[in-house]
């Protein structure tokens, strides 16, 4: 029997496995070497059972007293599980046996990350790189630990210190492209990337993230290159594709990027995302039949699209099929209820469909929620001076003045509302204004009451700010 027991388990781990499954079943003590234990644990970590690791860890501790890495992988196990106080009490023990082990500080820093308590996670972090070989993880730790602090400029110090140690740290790179968004620090970001390129010309992380910066600073043009690149060298990188197309849309370019979009089926599932984008190309195209396909297919996939829904509606609008419209709208709304689109939409479709009332609280809903939007504003005191209600118009215009000061739009509507109401030198006034904001529009005035085109005074006054 003695004979038996001479086997190297360590060569195939399932012997380790069956003989401590084995052992369980037999209420037994059996004796296993270090490396037999560690192949045991690993073997129900990858089976997705942490229960049992962690009784596995506890014969361990019991056999190898002294053996520092069981009490560590017992913590790992008992994060992986939420009991952070044991995971604590299991690196305090693996601490006094080996001191100069980076995981225990690694480890107690994500606990303390997890937990939001940052000094702690930092100081722990400190520790871990003072006694570990390789550091770029932990630098990458130290980073997400300032982001959560809001301090994006250290995040991005610690970031290159990661990429210095390695230039393949792919989620170093994205967080710090996130970093530099933050910090609306673009130009900075493209210096970056563009250097960093010149090192790793191959890395399609970092073509991407270029691509990304360019596309804020709306240097489309160069974006497009960048996601190509980033295509060329990982060709089905799904999101490239799709930030391409968003590129395209941007330079009107609109059949280019349906197809660009389509391409990102053949490396991923279709999203309600993609295909709500496919839906406002054609929609941008007047081919709204095939806008209202994908829009629909979008909220088949992804009920929650509520831009799909409000796509849905605008292609209806396109048509004149106002009633039909505002049911998609306000489905779009049910799911988005802060869109000022969304209400101006339906504020637009009832007024088309003569629900005056209606129209004038989504209005005010649009307003509310975005008053710096002109055109509203236009639009609903247009509806009130139609209702003959010239004063409450006069209001919504001076509201809207108050909040768009430099909106040479609102002065010239005003213009005409004053003349309507007969206070010409009012009016007068506000024509001065209008046209010392922007003398280019006054056509706007003649637009909303052609006959002022008969009134000298204004015409006179118009001519000395335009000829």
Same mark, same amino acid.
């Given at each position: 029997?003695?004979?038996?027991?001479?086997?190297?388990?360590?060569?195939?781990?399932?012997?380790?496995? !069956?003989?401590?499954?084995?052992?369980?079943?037999?209420?037994?003590?059996?004796?296993?070497?270090? /490396?037999?234990?560690?192949?045991?644990?690993?073997?129900?970590?990858?089976? &997705?059972?942490?229960?049992?690791?962690?009784?596995?860890?506890?014969?361990?501790?019991?056999?190898?007293?002294?053996?520092?890495?069981?009490?560590?992988?017992?913590?790992?196990?008992?994060?992986?599980?939420?009991?952070?106080?044991?995971?604590?009490?299991?690196?305090?023990?693996? !601490?006094?046996?080996?001191?100069? !082990?980076?995981?225990?500080?690694?480890?107690?820093?994500?606990?303390?990350?997890?937990?939001?308590?940052?000094?702690?996670?930092?100081?722990?972090?400190? @520790?871990?790189?003072?006694?570990?070989?390789?550091?770029?993880?932990?630098?990458?730790? %130290?980073?997400?630990?300032?982001?959560?602090?809001?301090?994006?400029?250290?995040?991005? &110090?610690?970031?290159?210190?990661?990429?210095?140690?390695?230039?393949?740290?792919?989620?170093?790179?994205?967080?710090?492209?996130?970093?530099?968004?933050?910090?609306?620090?673009?130009?900075?970001?493209?210096?970056?990337?563009?250097?960093?390129?010149?090192?790793?010309?191959?890395?399609?992380?970092?073509?991407?993230?270029?691509?990304?910066?360019?596309?804020?600073?709306?240097?489309?043009?160069?974006?497009?290159? #960048?996601?190509?690149?980033?295509?060329? %060298?990982?060709? &089905?990188? #799904?999101?490239?594709?799709?930030?391409?197309?968003?590129?395209?849309?941007?330079?009107?370019?609109?059949?280019?990027?349906?197809?660009?979009? @389509?391409?990102?089926?053949?490396?991923?599932?279709?999203?309600?995302?993609?295909?709500?984008?496919?839906?406002?190309?054609?929609?941008?195209?007047?081919?709204?039949? !095939?806008?209202?396909?994908?829009?629909?297919?979008?909220?088949?996939?992804?009920?929650?699209?509520?831009?799909?829904?409000?796509?849905?509606?605008?292609?209806?609008? *396109?048509?004149?099929?106002?009633?039909?419209?505002?049911?998609?709208?306000?489905?779009?709304?049910?799911?988005?209820?802060?869109?000022?689109?969304?209400?101006?939409?339906?504020?637009?479709?009832?007024?088309?469909?003569? /629900?005056?009332?209606?129209?004038?609280?989504?209005?005010?809903?649009?307003?509310?929620?975005?008053?710096?939007?002109?055109?509203?504003?236009?639009?609903?005191?247009?509806?009130?001076?139609? /209702?003959? @209600?010239?004063?409450?118009?006069?209001?919504?215009?001076?509201?809207?003045?108050?909040?768009?000061?430099?909106?040479?739009?609102?002065?010239?509507?005003?213009?005409?509302?004053? *003349? #309507?109401?007969?206070?010409?030198?009012?009016?007068?006034?506000?024509?001065?204004?209008?046209?010392?904001?922007?003398?280019?529009?006054?056509?706007?005035?003649?637009?909303?009451?052609?006959?002022?085109?008969?009134?000298?005074?204004?015409?006179?006054?118009? &001519?000395?700010?335009?000829?």
């Amino acid at each position: 029997m003695e004979e038996d027991f001479e086997f190297d388990f360590s060569e195939d781990p399932r012997f380790s496995v !069956e003989r401590y499954e084995e052992m369980i079943r037999n209420k037994d003590q059996y004796f296993f070497d270090a /490396q037999a234990f560690e192949s045991i644990i690993e073997y129900y970590i990858e089976k &997705n059972d942490p229960i049992k690791a962690l009784q596995v860890t506890e014969y361990a501790i019991n056999q190898h007293p002294f053996a520092a890495v069981f009490s560590i992988k017992q913590a790992q196990l008992y994060v992986a599980t939420n009991q952070f106080d044991l995971a604590f009490e299991s690196l305090s023990k693996a !601490e006094t046996l080996e001191p100069s !082990e980076p995981d225990i500080y690694t480890i107690r820093g994500n606990i303390f990350e997890g937990l939001e308590r940052h000094e702690e996670a930092l100081q722990n972090y400190e @520790k871990a790189l003072a006694h570990a070989e390789t550091t770029d993880e932990i630098l990458l730790h %130290i980073a997400y630990v300032y982001q959560s602090m809001g301090d994006y400029e250290s995040s991005v &110090n610690y970031l290159k210190q990661c990429l210095q140690q390695n230039m393949e740290n792919q989620d170093a790179l994205y967080e710090l492209a996130f970093c530099y968004d933050v910090l609306d620090k673009q130009e900075e970001s493209i210096k970056f990337y563009e250097q960093y390129i010149d090192n790793e010309p191959y890395s399609y992380a970092a073509w991407y993230n270029l691509g990304n910066a360019f596309n804020k600073m709306d240097l489309y043009e160069k974006s497009i290159d #960048a996601y190509d690149y980033a295509i060329l %060298i990982k060709d &089905n990188f #799904a999101s490239a594709y799709f930030n391409k197309g968003n590129a395209l849309v941007h330079l009107d370019r609109y059949s280019e990027a349906i197809d660009v979009y @389509k391409q990102t089926f053949e490396y991923e599932p279709p999203s309600g995302d993609t295909y709500c984008a496919i839906g406002e190309c054609y929609e941008k195209l007047e081919r709204m039949d !095939e806008a209202r396909s994908y829009y629909k297919k979008a909220v088949k996939l992804d009920p929650a699209q509520s831009d799909a829904w409000f796509g849905i509606g605008v292609t209806l609008d *396109f048509e004149e099929r106002y009633f039909e419209s505002l049911y998609f709208y306000k489905k779009a709304l049910d799911l988005d209820d802060k869109n000022a689109d969304y209400w101006f939409a339906i504020a637009d479709a009832q007024y088309k469909l003569k /629900q005056l009332g209606e129209s004038e609280k989504a209005y005010e809903k649009v307003l509310e929620l975005n008053p710096v939007d002109i055109e509203a504003w236009l639009d609903y005191s247009s509806i009130l001076f139609e /209702q003959d @209600k010239l004063s409450s118009a006069i209001e919504v215009i001076s509201e809207g003045i108050k909040n768009n000061p430099d909106a040479a739009e609102l002065y010239y509507r005003m213009v005409a509302y004053l *003349f #309507a109401a007969s206070e010409f030198s009012e009016a007068l006034i506000y024509l001065e204004t209008a046209l010392n904001t922007d003398p280019e529009k006054h056509h706007i005035l003649f637009e909303y009451l052609p006959q002022l085109h008969e009134n000298k005074v204004i015409v006179d006054i118009i &001519n000395r700010y335009t000829r």
